[in-house]
C-alpha cells in the first residue's frame, strides 16, 4: 500500500513542480535559471509520466532508480537557482516538494 501512495504522491509532485517551474521560472527574463528549469520541466513530467504508466517498471529496476534520483537532484538544483527569482516561491516549494517525494519513493523502493 505505501509504494502505491509514494507512487502517486511522487507522479503528482513532479507534475506539480514541471507546472509552475515552466511558470514561474522558465521565461526569458529568469536567465540564467531558465536552461535549469526547462531541464526541471522536462525531467518532472517525464518522470510523471513513467511513475503513471501501467504497468510500471520493475521496482527492483535501476533505471526505475536512476530516474527518480535524477528527478530529485535536478528539482533540487532548480530550487536554488529559481530560489533567486521574485514571484518564484512557489515553484521552489513545488520543486523542493518533489525532491522530497522523490527521496520518499526511493526509500519504499529499497526497503522492498
Known sequence: MRYLEDRFACAASCRTAATLTARHCGTPAAEPSVLRALRCVEVCDSTARLLGAEPLL???????????????????????????????????????????????????????
Not at 538544483?77 to 526511493?106: I, Q, T
Open 58 to 112: 520493475d521496482p527492483e529496476d535501476d533505471e526505475l532508480r536512476f530516474r527518480l534520483d535524477w528527478c530529485r537532484t535536478t528539482c533540487l538544483d532548480c530550487a536554488a537557482h529559481c530560489a533567486r527569482l521574485p514571484g518564484a516561491e512557489d515553484a521552489v516549494a513545488a520543486c523542493r516538494a518533489c525532491a522530497a517525494s522523490c527521496a520518499r519513493f526511493l526509500a519504499t523502493l529499497a526497503a522492498r
